[in-house]
Structure formats: C-alpha cells, structure tokens
C-alpha cells in the first residue's frame, strides 16, 4: 500500500511540475496564434482565418443566440460577414485573458471594439466580448468553440 501511495503521489507531483513548467509556453502559445487570427481577420483574409479553427471538432454559440455545430456553416457565415466590408478602420481586443486547462487546452476571452467600412463607404461600429476555447489535441492549436456577444457603444454611437 505505501508503494502505491508513493508512487501515485509521485507520478502526480511529476505531471503537476510537468504541468506548471509548460503552462507559460502554453499561455504563450495561445496569444500568438490569437495575434495570428486577429491578422487574419483585419486583412479580411477568410480562408487564412478559417485555418485556425479544428474542421472535426468545432461548435460556436453565435452572438444571435443560436449555435452551429460544424466548420463549414460557420465558415460561409464568415465569409459572408468578410465580404460585405470593405476594410476595418479599427479593431481593437482589450481585457485579453487566457486561461490554461492544461498542455493542450487553454480559454481566451477578450472584450473588442471594431469599425468596418462598408462596400457603400459606410462606417460601422460594433463592440462585445467573446470566449475562444483552443485545443492542440491534434498537434497544432485550433480553436474548437468560439462565443461571442455584443454591447452597446459608449456614448450610444
């Protein structure tokens, strides 16, 4: 029974060592490809953005209330947002935190302000908050889950 304990308590201390060792890298990790994504999205590059999402294992909540449980409905509702802007005058994420599940998962939430200008060279400006969960269960970090909410503006702009 000691040995048991002991060895128990030992491969725990190793896999929590293990554990507190790489969740910086982790951390790290997850913000770069985060950058990566807003990238993406700036540039209006759809099929770049796409990438970062797990074609296999992928679900959203989207801001409307309703939830999409594959890439590929997900994907053209995408697409279809990129290509009714012109550009983003602005797109900003504040409040950028990321939580650390373990090697392979972490939680990034964010609060963002965007203005787009339309193909019509109309502006508009939207805010709101989104949780990301990312996964590096297939090797590379994707994101598996996305939410996202809106608030009003400022001074009601």
Sequence with gaps: ??????????????????????????????????????????????????????????????????????????SASVEQGFSAFKSYESLEFDNVKVTVIDTNMAILVNEFIATVILHSGDALSVAGAGTQVWSKHSGSWKLVNVSGSSRPLAGGD
């Excluded at 030992?10 to 807003?38: C, G, I």
């Excluded at 993406?40 to 449980?69: M, P, Q």
């Design 1 to 74: 029974m000691r040995i048991l304990v002991f060895v128990t308590l030992s491969f725990f201390l190793f896999a929590t060592n293990s554990f507190a060792e790489n969740a910086p890298n982790t951390k790290a990790d997850v913000l770069k490809e985060f950058e990566k994504l807003v990238v993406a999205a700036r540039s209006l590059d759809h099929s770049t953005y796409i990438e970062f999402f797990d074609k296999n294992k992928f679900s959203s909540l989207n801001e409307n209330g309703t939830v999409t449980h594959d890439l590929a409905t997900f």
